[in-house]
């Protein structure tokens, strides 16, 4: 039966499922309170470079290429995928690189620079990663968890694949060079997570990525935004830019619709919220509508981390000198100490580590002739830390950019002719993120699966959740994922 259905935002997780419902037939509006798409994964344009405002990682394509198959169409014939080598580039303090990506004697050749005895530990680790994958993404992913009987079915499972483990616990009972388990547990902090807190069942992402690759789209992630966009609008999708959706109308069990800030009302059979999830319901909704989903509940869970982030042009370009990827992990001496500081101890520490995208690389299409595109991103706890960022923000910029300058970038302050930086009060006030978390829900076990912001609402039936806050998680993967249960959640509804 066709629906009306409204989408609160629209970012990847909003588009996945605008699209996927229109698709089946329904009509779906989507309200986005910015004035383009993208939600993480807005585009700056500045002086003629372009800036993808948040997720550069692609590691799944065939979770894109699927919205545009449920539509009967390409992907290819809306934006081009092409493959990164090395996936990453991981320096340690010191400015020593270690190359990784898909090829497995490659990757031995790597660590044998390193600590040749790690080889063997590394292959038996890696060997365990694809039935945490099958479990973790296969089966786990697109399940709804709207039962707490849907959790104790896999609970066997995840305690004999040692989810209960930390991803640096899991990799470290395999791997025994300091650097090398860097290496191979920094990915939770892509999705918002301590890789010393952050259930093992996410070390499935090396299964990811070197069985699809990681991957980037040509133009940017705000291509995939333009791509997707286009196909809602030929499956007679309607967007509103601008459209801030003050509260979701409620009656009973029942919401009917959205008050925009402008007063209008928009009357709806569901809505798919694809804001933030704590902002969803305590924003949102008033609380004499909600049990469940309480004001209390969504104080106390714990929250990712922010980001502070400096997207930058330059008038020379960096790409010759050969010592950058496409993707850079600059790691500090402090590993365990660092992330303490962020996550738990929520203090702006001295030092820092660095993930540096440098898309022009791949794709100069990015910057002007003759220049260079990056963006550089450094961890930070959120706004629960008793930080000014007023304040801090132009010292902790002019830090970072100088650290750049003296050990990968030579003479960048003077080169930078295009710049703009974000800090937590942007994940807060621009993205209504709660508390600036960049990542919504902390990816922690006790917060992952059923024990995550379910996709179908608590207190409404016909209330659907999408996006990083909400099960299975943050990142790409995750966030499509949701899309792909709550269209499943819709349809079985009739």
Known sequence: MKKKIIVIGGGFGGLGAACRLAARGHDVEIF????????????????????????????????????????????EDYVQFVPCDPFYRIFDHNGRAFNYNGDHEFTLSQIDQWNPADKEGYTRFIETTKPIFDKGFLELADQPFTHVSDMLKVAPDLVRLQSYRSVYNYVSQFVKDDFLRRVFSFHPLLVGGNPFDTTSIYAMIHYLEREWGVWYALGGTGAIVDALAKLFGELNGKVSLNSEVAEILTEGRKVTGVRLADGSIHRADAVVANSEVANTYMKLIPAAARRRNS???????????????????????????????????ILSERYKGLLEDIFNRKVLADDFSLYLHMPSLTDPSMAPEGCETFYVLSPVPHLDADIDWNQMARPYRDKIMQFLEENYLPDLRANVVAEHYIDPLHFQNTLSSYKGAAFSVQPVLTQSAWFRPHNQSEDFDNLYLVGAGTHPGAGLPGVLSSSIIVENLIEAKG
């Open 295 to 329: 004001d209390a509940r969504y104080r106390n869970t714990r929250y990712s981390m922010s980001l502070f982030v400096i997207y930058f042009g330059t008038k020379r370009q960096y790409r010759h000198e050969g010592k950058l990827a496409h993707h850079n992990i």
């Open 32 to 75: 986005e309170q910015r004035d383009r798409l993208g939600g993480r994964g807005y585009l700056y344009e500045i002086n003629g470079f372009k800036f993808d405002g948040g997720p550069t990682v692609i590691t799944a394509p065939f979770m894109f290429d699927d919205i545009f198959k449920a539509a009967g169409k390409n992907r």
